[in-house]
């Protein structure tokens, strides 16, 4: 059961990552003609995102901390007697930076849902920055680790 909750984990995490890394180059990228393929990418409405990566980040975040019972339980005591500190300390790392992320997914929504046409973007350009990297950062982190030890083995 753990490890289809695993799998389900990271099929999650792989949506919420294409989410937010299109949204993010979308809203830094600047505008090109139309018809290269920068041009295509960036017309795609970067506003359009935001509810799938609200939506994306609270699942994942919901179905890790399910998972992490069984992590804290049956793998962290095999890292800590591999003297895996480093991996151990990165992984605490990302779960400060998926909490903090959750503290700032209001902000981020607000910032999207409503923004306003004469007032520069910076901020829900910042937000959505911010969280792409506490995303990338949990996804390649996870997967380090788990590749280190090894779910279920």
Do not use: C
């Given at each position: 059961?753990?490890?289809?909750?695993?799998?389900?984990?990271?099929?999650?995490?792989?949506?919420?990552?294409?989410?937010?890394?299109?949204?993010?180059?979308?809203?830094?990228?600047?505008?090109?003609?139309?018809?290269?393929?920068?041009g295509r990418?960036?017309?795609?409405?970067?506003?359009?995102?935001?509810?799938?990566?609200?939506?994306?980040?609270?699942?994942?975040?919901?179905?890790?901390?399910?998972v992490y019972?069984?992590?804290?339980?049956?793998?962290?005591?095999?890292?800590?007697?591999?003297?895996?500190?480093?991996?151990?300390?990165?992984?605490?790392?990302?779960?400060?930076?998926?909490?903090?992320?959750?503290?700032?997914?209001?902000?981020?929504?607000?910032?999207?849902?409503?923004?306003?046409?004469?007032?520069?973007?910076?901020?829900?350009?910042?937000?959505?920055?911010?969280?792409?990297?506490?995303?990338?950062?949990?996804?390649?982190?996870?997967?380090?680790?788990?590749?280190?030890?090894?779910?279920?083995?």
């Amino acid at each position: 059961m753990v490890t289809a909750l695993l799998i389900l984990h990271g099929l999650v995490a792989v949506a919420l990552l294409g989410a937010i890394t299109h949204q993010t180059l979308a809203s830094w990228m600047p505008r090109r003609r139309p018809g290269s393929i920068f041009g295509r990418f960036r017309a795609v409405r970067a506003a359009g995102f935001a509810d799938a990566v609200v939506a994306l980040y609270v699942i994942s975040a919901v179905l890790g901390s399910v998972v992490y019972l069984y992590f804290r339980v049956a793998i962290r005591p095999e890292l800590e007697r591999g003297d895996q500190w480093t991996a151990i300390g990165l992984f605490d790392i990302k779960e400060h930076f998926i909490a903090l992320g959750l503290a700032l997914l209001p902000a981020y929504w607000v910032s999207w849902r409503s923004p306003l046409t004469d007032e520069p973007p910076r901020t829900r350009n910042v937000l959505t920055l911010i969280l792409a990297v506490f995303v990338w950062w949990g996804f390649l982190i996870g997967h380090v680790l788990n590749n280190i030890r090894g779910f279920g083995a």
